[in-house]
């Protein structure tokens, strides 16, 4: 896929938790496999007491405090391991695969972990070998799911960084984690997407069910707020889907971006 001007019909811009996966949230479903919740920093956030980078910094250090032994360290290889399973949306593959076939840009704009992300974006490569870029996949999802191409996609996500190297070649995690997306910055992805692929607002659409995914939906000719997660992204949506059936997202863009 270039950046041409013109080459797209549309831009669809796609929340992953609760949006293409069917589950609270891809960390939720990490601490649910480790036994361990992140109350206290959910809690101090929602309190304004804690901003987004040092609530991921916490989190990250719940994640690997949760080991069992002070020398069984959390590794890189297990954390992508804990994601394998994570549930899928009623029709998601129909979904990207429908909007693709029908020349729209597809971008994954998530405060998730980033391995989910581009697991999915893996599914629909490229005819181009993988290279690292702006709102790429990594070379080992690369090589591990579609034989070393690029994705389709455009992913961008937060979630863990690799720290030091281990002899048998795996990682642990770095105390700092992954920082891609704000929490209120959807909306600037969108237009960075916007300007590099020359599509207007006119021809995007944006995906999400919370107030995290308003950002997206101020730079969408249509916003859908799909399977909500409370009230308050639904005045800044277009349209409400409680169904969980991404089916139904798909016939809503067709229908508004010709």
């Given at each position: 896929m270039g950046d041409n001007m013109g080459e797209y019909r549309g831009l669809v811009c796609l929340d992953m938790d609760r949006v293409l996966v069917d589950h609270l949230s891809t960390w939720q479903y990490v601490y649910d496999k480790l036994g361990i919740n992140n109350d206290e920093s959910f809690e101090l956030y929602n309190q304004g007491l804690l901003n987004e980078w040092d609530w991921i910094k916490l989190d990250i250090?719940?994640?690997?405090?949760?080991?069992?032994?002070?020398?069984?360290?959390?590794?890189?290889?297990?954390?992508?391991?804990?994601?394998?399973?994570?549930?899928m949306m009623n029709n998601y593959n129909k979904l990207i695969t429908t909007l693709i076939d029908n020349n729209f840009a597809v971008a994954i704009v998530s405060g998730g972990l980033q391995q989910t992300a581009r697991d999915i974006a893996a599914e629909f490569p490229s005819d181009k070998k993988w290279r690292k870029r702006w709102g790429g996949i990594d070379r080992h999802t690369s090589e591990r799911i579609c034989s070393g191409f690029d994705t389709k996609l455009h992913v961008f996500t937060n979630g863990w960084l690799v720290g030091k190297a281990l002899p048998n070649?795996?990682?642990?995690?770095?105390?700092?984690?992954?920082?891609?997306?704000?929490?209120?910055?959807?909306?600037?992805?969108?237009k960075m997407l916007q300007r590099r692929l020359g599509i207007s607002k006119d021809r995007t659409a944006s995906v999400g069910d919370s107030a995290g995914d308003i950002g997206m939906f101020a730079e969408s000719k249509l916003a859908i707020c799909f399977n909500p997660w409370d009230d308050r992204p639904k005045e800044h949506a277009d349209v409400v889907v409680d169904e969980k059936d991404l089916s139904i997202v798909l016939d809503l863009i067709l229908n508004a971006i010709n």
């Open positions: 250090a719940l994640l690997k405090g949760s080991r069992s032994a002070p020398d069984k360290v959390l590794t890189d290889s297990e954390m992508r391991g804990h994601l394998l399973g994570a549930p070649g795996d990682h642990e995690l770095d105390d700092f984690g992954r920082y891609q997306v704000q929490m209120n910055g959807k909306g600037a992805i969108v």
